[in-house]
């Protein structure tokens, strides 16, 4: 089994930036590919980045060039920096770890990030 705890997530103004953080535990040598989705309330959960086990990286366009997904496997922990954050990147952020075989998905618990003024 595999656990996944975010953290990082706050309230920040709008130009602002944060720093998300995965930390994975349990079978980690299990895991392939990893990635970071949102959702909004009353809305579908949207993919934001995904990076492979070998550092392949994926950006949806809302956020390429502001967010950068990056990966520390000496402290089992995935990175999600967030910069020139708007107030449509508001929403609960979930970290996703994918099996190597792709069959078994595992998702964390999610993070609040709210963009105000």
């Known amino acids: 089994q595999v656990q996944l705890v975010e953290s990082g997530g706050g309230l920040v103004q709008p130009g602002g930036s944060l720093r998300l953080s995965c930390v994975v535990s349990?079978?980690?040598?299990?895991?392939?590919?990893m990635g970071w989705s949102r959702q909004v309330s009353g809305k579908e959960r949207e993919l934001v980045a995904t990076i492979s086990s070998i550092g392949i990286t994926y950006y949806a366009d809302s956020v390429k060039g502001r967010f950068t997904i990056s990966r520390d496997y000496a402290k089992n922990t995935m990175y999600l920096q967030m910069n020139s954050l708007k107030p449509e990147d508001t929403g609960v952020y979930y970290c996703k770890a994918q099996s190597r075989s792709a069959l078994t998905d595992y998702w964390g618990q999610g993070t609040q990030v709210t963009v105000s003024s």
């Open positions: 349990g079978s980690i040598f299990s895991i392939g590919a």
